[in-house]
């Protein structure tokens, strides 16, 4: 298997993930611990740009992507959400292995996607261009059940590519500020050692303490997909937020 089918077959879980990161709202809880819950308004809606690069470890090649991601919540319920999301390809960059697979990348652009989370933003069911796709372990921010309190950890299974989940473990860091000094909550996420992928640097998630909607959000992550290794690097900002219009 090349590098590039690789890529491809990755490509969905990867814009998943950084257009569905961490949205959920924080309630109060008992001695400073934060009860982390999805609790956006419907026809809220978010849009973001992100800079995806990946470069091939164990060959000579690299890729950038660039996209807006917009996201919109659809309906609620006493259990879940549904959003539709969807992206728009700025500028993409191949080389090496990589080269030649910039209309793939372009494919992408304008995809729409129809997601439903649980209260703890698990997704439940993804669909893309209408069709079901595998959900079980997209790699959204997935909260704990409890309430968690600054320094406290839990773990998440998350897709890790190819078909394959990781455990990551994320903590809560406490009230921060993010970058340009708006006031943030700090989310941190680290793989678990021994698995197919790592962390190179933290996942970092500077929440907006309003609705945990991601400010920002960066990471380094490596995988090895049977000795093939990809080293992957995002960067997310949030660019603006329309709030709902219902009443």
Known sequence: MTHSSLTVRSLVPALVMVCAMGLAAPAAAQDGAVLLRVRPAVGQEFVWTAVMKTEAVSAVGEFQMDMSLTQQVLARTEKDLTWSMKTAITQVAAKGVFAGIESVLRSMDGKEMTKVVDLTGQTTRLTLDGQDVPASGTPDVTFPEKAVAPGESW?????????????????????????????????????????????????????????????????????????????????????????????
């Open 155 to 247: 773990i998440a299974s998350v897709d890790a590519g190819a078909g394959r989940k990781a455990n990551i473990r994320y903590t809560f860091k406490g009230r921060s500020t993010a970058s340009g000094g708006a006031a943030s909550l700090l989310i941190e996420g680290v793989y678990e050692p021994n698995q197919s992928v790592k962390s190179i640097e933290p996942t970092i998630f500077h929440l907006d303490p309003a609705d945990c909607t991601p400010i920002s959000a960066s990471g380094v992550m490596e995988a090895n997909f049977d000795g093939k290794v990809l080293r992957s690097r995002f960067n997310v900002m949030r660019t603006s937020v329309k709030p709902s219009s219902q009443k």
